[in-house]
């Protein structure tokens, strides 16, 4: 996947001269994923620019740069390192477009890796997509394969408002893809069905969609049908497709990598409780992080929701009859 | 032990509190229509700031912070900017803001509680008021770098009081400018105080000036209260950010004459005795004086100035009693460039609930 | 209620001379909204200290004072001005006691005013509560009543993990009430029903509990029994209380000023509908803020749920017979 | 134009790269057995960290970031510091701990991915690693706060390298530090290196002993791999902050000589030519030099030095092998005092279904 997102930035770059990536080791290390490998060799160090080691200023610059017309994608290093940055993001990138009724707006993107799996030092596995989704003013997206965060990526580039573009380090380098580099960009605001079916919808995004489409396998072998969801766009939610599949289904299993405790898998649950209730044939089921700090790396594995637990949630939901 | 590094604070005063020339005069001082327009504005922040105040104190405009004894300084920095360039102001900047062509009554939309105030009609690409201590420092940090990437001879400036200077986000913006060589220029209205906090407990710096040495940029420190000082010293760092000599922080010593805001008792905090002192430094008396000194200045036109300062607030005021409270549309409308579905649903409960009452 | 709150500063310090208090103002000038009016003058300059102007600053040094064995009691001047100070809360003041397996922990309250509703500026009216209850290992806390501020805030100063604690604006001046000075702390972790009813439930906390209970008066004049329970710590939630009602009235709705996406509301609903689901005879219902930016205060009537919309929201569940 | 502030920044150094003293030899320095004492924990130090690397690479450790070029700072530091006194390290410092009296066994259960490495058994106060960068520097200011309050003699140590300095929190708390006078003294490991960006890229100050200045506090210079200036100046730093003369800023200029971590590669962005030129300035050579000159020491002592670091380290990493894994309980017992009922419900699920795999 890596490889797509850095071909994302390539291309954009390319045809927008407005594009501008900063971040801390981007330049000539090419970012500690190599998400920017090549960029600043090929368009300048004017474009591509190692920043101090300040997550704020990050995020303040950017809605400073935003607000002459550039359009910054900037890289924070990991999703922990995000929180000094977020008093800019919630009081200015979020607001700047309201606060000034158009007059200055923030297309900015601000990337960064999410969850864990891949045995890294503490604070480099987190999940707290839910704060991030929960300021209103800005888009939350998570891209689930190398095709999807290409294409999610030039839509969050192009897009006039800022958008958070949440990178699973699981699937930096596991997942491999031929992705096609046209520019094509994709839908944002929307989900992604990756397979549909008749007896259970399972939403979920980002690395889980692996444990999920495992479980997903594993169940058809057991002769059960499950739709699964890729929500994509964490934020907005485009709930439409989630509750048309339930009034399908009729059973509900959200699965999220995030503490569960106003996980995003809340807001769906509510949602569909409040709209789709009478769809509903068992109980909504969250399969989700535990109410903890995610341990370091020895216990990572027991933290990360398992393709097991993932089933038996489904098992539940059909052998509850009511 | 070697020395390896060494670093001087400097003060520049031109006129002193009793308008006496202690220092070349800049050659815009020696323009004395250029020294009435600054006078005339520093007049017309004063009068406005204190209709401001009145309509608070009547229910008419909400909270609102004082610009009284920062006149000096606010009209010093709008002179001495060009109008391409773009200010990073705080909240109490009422005086640049005339000066940069925000209008009277947009000021009083913005503190009436209305976003229809930022919305400026002419420094289109001026920062809004910003609320959020020191975070607008790193706003003007990244338009400066917009600047630098476009090859545009603009320069962004930053306001920032003495609390502020203690935010991190502060030493940031400062750091990036200097590492980056921005065009950019920081000023901060050391006015003594932040809130309760009088400018001794806020740091042990004996300057606000050298904490511009921690990120290796100059720093220097000018009389406040002096409006040739203040717009000579900005001139300066202005001329030579466009040029490519990158950032500088200005210090300008002057007084909070008024209590914090509208929401504030300053009598809780701070001597009667300490305001008074600081009537006596002042910036208008030194400018009348520099005037009548130099025989272009007298009651009468100190009396119509006053009037028709007078009259132009009256005349914004009523246009900012004749706008309509905002629909509850105005709620949705910006917040997006593309609205998503929920925010129609919403919209539309917001219609159905909407109060009459224009929130007074 | 900010008496209350005061008093409840000046018992504890009384008696415990491990409480210090720190923050903007706080000293000479008894905080903004007079919080700790007289505290300085009792316990001096040392145990009442007026800080420099930096939310992350008071924060990690709340945590450094912790671990030594001091209970740090931090006002932030307003919730708008918190999010400079996340990193330490999400990053080290709610991790340190399992960073360290017990070995240095973090019994540090943070106080800020909450919400809306006074005609203030902007960032001055923020109910980002859900931020903060999303991070596993502090406790969220917001009284309604200046008797639940007194017992509460002392359970919170007297629980050895950090509290985060709303203090609703709209509540400082305007609800007054006898309380006794007596050192008694309320329970942390559980709702307060504030008026039984058999029809429907209603959840609701701080502020919005008036114009919950303003709506519960005449949904009685117009027969309809509403039970209003006060969420009172927003985390962890006490959902047997609610689950014991929702099972009674058989129908949920759930109040919040803030936006909706992703409020606390949300994990309510979730839970309700993964555990409660059975005695659900209508759609869950949440009236919240809506998902924009706070208005300036032009506008902040129009943004606040108003008893209205609670009322039409409750017709709504007991109008919708499945 | 007025002075109103002047600033030095001074650099010391007692031992030059060749074991040459240069400057009045520290009493501890006189006392041969303490010199031993400093260079054996520095050899220790190097041994251990050239295991940690090796059991990283194959797959037995996590993500380690080598103290490699540091030993000097690390120990002088360590030794400087009196029991009582609390660190608030970052997670290179191995040196100090391991003075400080953290094992073997703990750093690598923590670098092993357990929190149980966090929970000293020796220095109970001291802080855990800390990777959000900075935000020790808070966390020691607090400490040292609590020790003003209560009157105790001791002082907080936080350790921050070259990037951590642009971080605001850094800025924040020198402020704090400053205003209320506290007995903290900071430590900047000047390495020359934040991963990618050389120090010349992550500031414009061309020292940063200067970021001092902008709170008003003392700063100072010392060549980072002379274990006798280092030690020097944190002991002066330390007598002057227990006496209640206030906080301090010591820069102390060493090298990377090893990759930021061993996730890192940095022949991508520096040259082989500037590791070289370092290595001839790294710190073991100049001490040993100066005890060889001193006739104390001889290759027989040094190769027996080494097989006794060695033995312990072996002895360190089968304790650390030998521990079992934690279990799935490990993630609630000690997120709160009192455990809400939820997590009781989640830790039975955790153990239905918890893995037996180390997670490796
Ligand atoms: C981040 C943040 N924290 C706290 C506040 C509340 N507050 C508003 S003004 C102020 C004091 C500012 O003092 P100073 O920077 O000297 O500016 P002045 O008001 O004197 O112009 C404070 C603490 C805020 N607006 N932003
Ligand atoms: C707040 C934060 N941002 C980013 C990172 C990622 N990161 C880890 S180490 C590092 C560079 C630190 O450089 P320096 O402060 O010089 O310390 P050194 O590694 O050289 O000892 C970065 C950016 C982090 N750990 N914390
Ligand atoms: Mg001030
Ligand atoms: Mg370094």
Redesign the pocket.
């Known amino acids: 996947m890596i490889e797509a997102i850095a071909m994302a930035h390539g291309w954009e770059m390319q045809h927008d001269a407005n594009v501008v990536v900063i971040g801390q080791d981007v330049g000539a290390n090419g970012g500690v994923f190599r998400a920017t490998a090549g960029l600043q060799e090929r368009f300048g160090k004017e474009r591509v620019q190692d920043t101090p080691l300040a997550e704020a200023m990050i995020a303040g610059m950017s809605v400073g740069m935003a607000t002459q017309g550039l359009k910054p994608v900037a890289e924070i290093q990991f999703m922990g390192f995000l929180y000094p940055a977020l ?1 800019q993001i919630v009081n200015h990138m979020s607001r700047m477009r309201n606060r000034t009724r158009g007059r200055l707006t923030c297309p900015v993107v601000m990337r960064m890796p999410h969850g864990g799996g891949i045995h890294a030092p503490e604070h480099h596995s987190e999940c707290t997509e839910s704060m991030l989704c929960h300021i209103p003013g800005i888009r939350v997206v998570c891209p689930s394969s190398p095709a999807r965060a290409y294409g999610l990526l030039l839509a969050a580039i192009r897009d006039p408002d800022p958008v958070m573009f949440l990178e699973p380090v699981r699937l930096y380098r596991a997942v491999r893809q031929e992705v096609s580099d046209d520019g094509q960009a994709l839908p944002l605001d929307v989900c992604f069905v990756l397979r549909e079916g008749n007896d259970v919808t399972i939403v979920t995004w980002g690395a889980m969609t692996i444990e999920t489409l495992r479980a997903a396998a594993e169940l058809d072998s057991l002769g059960v049908s499950a739709e699964v969801i890729d929500l994509a766009t964490l934020s907005p939610i485009d709930i439409e497709t989630i509750l048309e599949s339930v009034a399908k289904t009729g059973r509900l299993v959200i699965v999220h990598e995030a503490v569960r405790n106003l996980g995003v898998g809340a807001e769906i649950a509510a949602l569909v409780a409040e709209r789709g209730l009478y769809d509903l044939q068992a109980p909504i089921q969250r399969v989700a992080g535990f109410d903890t700090v995610v341990p370091l790396f020895k216990l990572e594995q027991d933290y990360i929701p398992s393709a097991q637990r993932i089933i038996d949630a489904v098992q539940n939901t059909l052998a509850d009859q009511g | 032990m070697r020395t390896v590094a060494e670093f001087k604070i400097q003060y520049r005063q031109v006129l002193d509190p009793q308008g006496r020339i202690v220092a070349a005069l800049p050659a815009f001082a020696a323009d004395t229509d250029e020294v009435l327009r600054m006078y005339r504005a520093m007049t017309m922040a004063r009068v406005f700031d204190a209709k401001a105040m009145n309509l608070q104190r009547t229910g008419q405009l909400g909270t609102y ?1 004082s610009c009284l004894g920062h006149e000096a300084t606010h009209i010093a920095v709008g002179a001495a900017m060009a109008a391409e360039d773009i200010l990073a102001p ?3 900047e009422v005086g640049t803001q005339l000066w940069r062509g925000v209008t009277m009554r947009e000021i009083l939309t913005y503190w009436g509680g209305d976003e229809r105030g930022n919305d400026f009609a002419i420094p289109r690409q001026d920062f809004p008021w910003c ?5 607008q420092t790193l706003h003007a940090a990244g338009a400066a770098m917009a600047f630098k990437i476009r090859k545009q001879p603009r320069v962004a400036v930053a306001y ?6 203690s ?1 991190g986000a502060f030493a940031e913006a400062l750091n990036v400018a200097g590492a980056a060589n921005l065009p950019a220029v920081f000023v901060i ?3 003594g ?3 309760s906090l009088p400018v001794a407990a806020q740091t042990k710096a004996q300057t606000l000036a050298q904490k511009a040495i921690a990120a290796g940029i100059p720093g220097m420190q000018v009389d406040g209260n002096d409006v040739f000082a203040v717009r000579q010293v900005v001139a300066e760092a202005l001329d030579a950010a466009r040029l490519g000599r990158g950032p500088c922080v200005i210090e300008a010593l002057t007084y ?1 004459l008024s209590d ?1 805001t509208t929401a504030d008792d300053a009598s809780r905090y701070r001597s009667e005795a300490q305001v008074k002192q600081a009537w006596e430094l002042e910036p208008l008396i030194r400018v009348r004086a520099f005037l009548v000194n130099a025989g272009i200045w007298d009651a009468a036109q100190e009396e119509s100035l006053l009037r028709s300062c007078a009259e132009q607030v009256e005349a914004a005021v009523s246009a900012y009693f004749s706008a309509a409270k905002p629909s509850t549309d105005a709620m949705f409308e910006h917040l997006f460039a593309v609205k998503p579905a929920h925010l129609l649903e919403q919209r539309a409960t917001a219609r159905k609930y909407g109060t009459k009452s224009s929130g007074h």
């Open positions: 008093d | 912070a705080v909240y109490r609320v959020p201590i020191a975070t920032i009081g003495d609390g502020g200077t935010e209205v050391n006015n105080w932040a809130i909070r914090h």
